[in-house]
């Protein structure tokens, strides 16, 4: 297996009788693959999760070598704020007048620099070959001299020299955030009136950059927690169906393979557990999760309700998503009742036909920033305000359609206080025959799960 940290250049051996050809490296494969990644999501606007097993498998990379091209190539992208100003500052001319191709290999070179255990030998000739063989000669001197003077520093120095003073400046420089993000996170984090904010702030910030660890569901009835511990996982004490695995590929794992296992966060988990935990009086056997691709949720609570003589009907508005679901859903086939594309704000169901209703609603995602290294900076403060009048639409339609005691779940994977709180409580202004019976934020630096939002409501 090649080691991940070698310059992997091979030099053209001298021909017979002549000078040997003037050398012209090729870029190490493992910095190639994250570079195309880099690229691809600059240029076509490519999801780096979606993307990178393809680009995984074109370059022939496994073990070492493909841990070491997903964390240079997630890593980068989400550190990218903060290695952009001390670019900046080592380079010659402002940011915006380096060629991007130039940029992206030098934010690569920068994390190995100052992030990775690369040797700044290693890091900066990789770097400096990529820009050579994919730009020219002449941005490879230029990249070479900058990721020398990058190079002089550690990370902590250069936030020392570079950050600015005011607390969320800071925040969003040192810890690679858009300042609007750390704004709303760190608004979010308030309304909780932790001790102290700031250090609140700074851990939450911290775990966004962290690769999240692989959760596994045992989904009940289906598999067993020893099933997957014997796969090598092991079970965290806080979801009773889950357990953190730590390396290898979960789909070769048999429950897994099978569908009585699956890939899904804690929060998740607790999300879908929270509407199927909720105390019930009369009737309690037909469940409805109404924004259900692509699935995670339906299977955990499909399982639950098999068990317990219910029936779960998913509802997604996407048809490809909806396929997913029921796809995700086979092997809990005793729980479910179907699967139906449709706008959930048009219900093609009965008013209060349901017990139980989970209202899983899109929204911003800026919970699950550590799964998605791009979307921190795809996110706009507009697209979180347009999502609001639908969250409360769909909430809205929940509500009609559990019946006089039954219970509503409304999550989102964000905390932002407009998506969580903003729309329950708008809500529950509006009608009067809803009770908001407990709320719940989690969160990566506290739950070590996505920072998840519930709110558990009851039909009076
Ligand atoms: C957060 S995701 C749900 C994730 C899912 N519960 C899971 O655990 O896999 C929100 C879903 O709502 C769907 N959606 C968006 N607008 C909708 C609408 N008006 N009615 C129903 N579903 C909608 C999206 O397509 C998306 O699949």
């Excluded at 704004?183 to 950059?209: F, H, Q, T």
């Excluded at 506290?446 to 009076?460: F, I, K, P, Q, S």
Aim: aromatic share 4%; hydrophobic share 45%.
């Amino acid at each position: 297996m090649a080691d991940p940290r070698r310059k992997g250049n091979r030099r053209p051996a001298p021909q017979a009788g002549g000078r040997p050809p003037k050398p012209r490296p090729a870029a190490d494969p493992t910095r190639r693959a994250a570079y195309d990644v880099m690229t691809a999501v600059r240029v076509d606007g490519a999801y780096t999760n979606l993307l990178l097993p393809q680009v995984l498998r074109k370059y022939d990379l496994e073990g070492r070598d493909a841990a070491f091209t997903t964390e240079l190539v997630s890593g980068t992208i989400r550190r990218q704020g903060t290695y952009d100003v001390i670019i900046g500052a080592c380079a010659d001319r402002p940011l915006a007048r380096i060629e991007a191709k130039v940029l992206d290999a030098l934010r690569l070179g920068t994390h190995q620099l100052l992030s990775m255990r690369v040797p700044a030998h290693a890091a900066i000739s990789t770097t400096v070959d990529l820009v050579r063989s994919t730009v020219g000669q002449g941005p490879a001197g230029f990249s070479n001299a900058v990721l020398r003077r990058v190079g002089e520093k550690p990370l902590e120095e250069w936030v020392r020299l570079l950050a600015p003073t005011k607390v969320h400046e800071f925040a969003a420089f040192a810890h690679s955030h858009p300042l609007w993000v750390v704004d709303a996170l760190a608004e979010a984090l308030a309304a909780e009136k932790p001790a102290d904010v700031r250090s609140e702030l700074d851990a939450l910030l911290a775990a966004d950059n962290a690769a999240p660890r692989v959760m596994l569901v045992a989904r009940p009835g289906l598999a067993t927690l020893d099933e997957l511990v014997l796969a090598g996982g092991e079970p965290t004490g806080r979801s009773p169906y889950a357990v953190e695995l730590g390396g290898g590929d979960p789909s070769v794992i048999p429950a897994v393979a099978e569908g009585r296992a699956g890939v899904q966060d804690e929060g998740s988990q607790r999300v879908a557990l929270a509407l199927a935990a909720a105390p019930l009086e009369g009737r309690d056997e037909r469940w409805l999760d109404l924004c259900s691709g692509p699935g995670g949720k339906t299977a955990l609570l499909a399982a639950v309700a098999a068990q317990r003589g219910a029936l779960v009907v998913a509802n997604e508005r996407q048809h490809h998503r909806a396929r997913l679901v029921a796809q995700g859903v086979r092997a809990a086939g005793a729980g479910m009742a179907g699967v139906i594309t449709g706008d959930g704000t048009q219900p093609a169901w009965a008013s209060a036909a349901f017990d139980r209703v989970l209202v899983d609603a899109p929204c911003s995602g800026l919970g699950a920033l550590r799964r998605r290294p791009e979307a921190r900076w795809r996110k706009t403060p507009a697209e979180v305000e347009e999502l609001v009048p639908l969250q409360t639409a769909l909430l809205d339609t929940a509500v009609d359609a559990v019946r006089a005691g039954g219970v509503v779940v409304y999550a989102t994977c964000s905390p932002v206080l407009a998506e969580t709180r903003g729309v329950v409580d708008a809500v529950a202004r509006t009608r009067t025959d809803v009770t908001v019976e407990r709320t719940e934020q989690l969160w990566p630096h506290r739950d070590g799960c996505d920072a998840m939002y519930l709110a558990v409501l009851r039909r009076g």
